[in-house]
């Protein structure tokens, strides 16, 4: 049980208008880690996070300033 279960990048899907993970739409609420840059030492680290979306569009709880299209991902 557990363990990471798919490890990519993340992609925005124009036409369903969903980002998806190794082809995998991702919803409102799933749950996910997220490499980004430590703000004091810049090295890369795994955040844990949840994709939501609202009306001004699909956003990283807690990551706001970050763009997702592109990050690595896993879950």
């Not at 980004?36 to 709880?61: A, C, F, M, Q």
Request: charged share 25%.
């Amino acid at each position: 049980m557990g363990g990471i279960k798919m490890e990519g990048q993340l992609k925005y899907n124009y036409i369903t208008d969903r980002f998806e993970l190794n082809g995998q739409e991702l919803h409102c609420g799933n749950a996910l880690e997220v490499l980004i840059e430590d703000g004091v030492s810049g090295k890369p680290e795994w955040v844990w996070t949840r994709i939501e979306h609202n009306d001004t569009g699909w956003y990283l709880v807690g990551l706001r300033s970050y763009q997702i299209d592109g990050l690595f991902a896993r879950v």
